[in-house]
T-cell receptor, first 113, second 110 residues
Framework: ETGVTQSPTHLIKTRGQQVTLRCSSQSGHNTVSWYQQALGQGPQFIFQYYREEENGRGNFPPRFSGLQFPNYSSELNVNALELDDSALYLC????????????FGPGTRLTVL | GQQLNQSPQSMFIQEGEDVSMNCTSSSIFNTWLWYKQDPGEGPVLLIALYKAGELTSNGRLTAQFGITRKDSFLNISASIPSDVGIYFCAGQTGANNLFFGTGTRLTVIP
């Protein structure tokens, strides 16, 4: 177990709705990255938050947004949900932001109908 | 974005056999990482490679960073049932962005 927790475990939404996913980082970690993993694919980097600021973004539209709180936990918000947003959403926390030191949570499975 | 192709897509092997899988890219990476993902879990880092030509071992696992910096391979020796899972390669260009491969699904038959 990595110490990174995510909630909820699963959820189902309909097209056009908005969703908020949550991530608690491992103790002592100040950086959180979010990834989208479609079925049968590898994870794709969405963005990273370091000390409450966005610190890098992948190729995702602005309707994917995030927040990081003073305790370093983080939220991923997705507006105007589309069917293709159905995926496993993973967060990963690290102490330095370096990808080789990050630990992944178990993910939130989002289904958009 | 960068495309990382892993092969094979899936493998069925007998317990005790050695396994070899590889990852190729059209782009150069500064760091190669190999992960294992079990059902219902996030990926877990197995090996990190930082230099072209580097060969690194972690127990029964051995990985190499290709000389061209566009490929990497992972070998697992004497496979055991708990090696079952999906193995992903990932490459980093220098920023905090990590590009994952398409995955190799490994099944070990006892």
């Amino acid at each position: 177990e990595t110490g990174v927790t995510q909630s909820p475990t699963h959820l189902i939404k309909t097209r056009g709705q908005q969703v908020t996913l949550r991530c608690s980082s491992q103790s002592g970690h100040n950086t959180v990255s979010w990834y989208q993993q479609a079925l049968g694919q590898g994870p794709q980097f969405i963005f990273q938050y370091y000390r409450e600021e966005e610190n890098g973004r992948g190729n995702f539209p602005p309707r994917f947004s995030g927040l990081q709180f003073p305790n370093y936990s983080s939220e991923l918000n997705v507006n105007a949900l589309e069917l293709d947003d159905s995926a496993l959403y993973l967060c990963a926390s690290s102490q330095t932001g370096a990808v080789d030191t990050q630990y992944f949570g178990p993910g939130t499975r989002l289904t958009v109908l | 974005g960068q495309q990382l192709n892993q092969s094979p897509q899936s493998m069925f092997i007998q317990e005790g056999e050695d396994v070899s899988m590889n990852c190729t890219s059209s782009s150069i990476f500064n760091t190669w990482l190999w992960y294992k993902q079990d059902p219902g879990e996030g990926p877990v880092l197995l090996i990190a490679l930082y230099k072209a030509g580097e060969l690194t071992s972690n127990g029964r696992l051995t990985a190499q960073f290709g000389i061209t910096r566009k490929d990497s391979f992972l070998n697992i020796s004497a496979s055991i049932p708990s090696d079952v899972g999906i193995y992903f390669c990932a490459g980093q260009t220098g920023a905090n962005n990590l590009f994952f491969g398409t995955g190799t699904r490994l099944t070990v038959i006892p």
